[in-house]
């Protein structure tokens, strides 16, 4: 019914720069917010940036300055640019959004299935 592709995943030096990237499909009457999470080895999973609405965003401490979480509304796309990556940055990140998939219903989470992403020194 509804699906989210992440992609952009993979192994970087310390201080270099990623792009993620998750594409949503299926039943969307409208998107109310979209974002990422990530989850470490031995960690729980925490948000890391959200984007609402309207545009406002919300980051996790850890990652201000550093990441910046954008979207493209017409193709119910959502992106993290990750720059100045560090090695506890390391971790599955997870493309989440709230979405209505029909009129006069109440919205709905969905979640995708991850993207590895690796930061050496």
């Known amino acids: 019914q509804v699906q989210l592709v992440e992609s952009g995943g993979g192994l970087v030096q310390a201080g270099g720069s990623l792009r993620l990237s998750c594409a949503v499909s299926?039943?969307?009457?409208?998107?109310?917010?979209m974002g990422w999470y990530r989850q470490a080895p031995g960690k729980q999973r925490e948000l890391v940036a959200v984007?609402?609405?309207?545009?406002?965003?919300n980051y996790a401490d850890s990652v201000k300055g550093r990441f910046t979480i954008s979207r493209d509304n017409g193709k119910n796309t959502v992106y993290l640019q990750m720059n100045s990556l560090k090695p506890e940055d390391t971790a599955v990140y997870y493309c989440?959004?709230?979405?209505?998939?029909?009129?006069?219903?109440?919205?709905?989470?969905?979640w995708g299935k991850g993207t590895l992403v690796t930061v050496s020194s």
């Open positions: 984007i609402i609405r309207g545009g406002n965003t």
């Open positions: 299926g039943r969307i009457f409208s998107i109310n917010a």
């Open positions: 989440n959004v709230d979405l209505f998939y029909e009129l006069g219903s109440g919205s709905r989470v969905y």
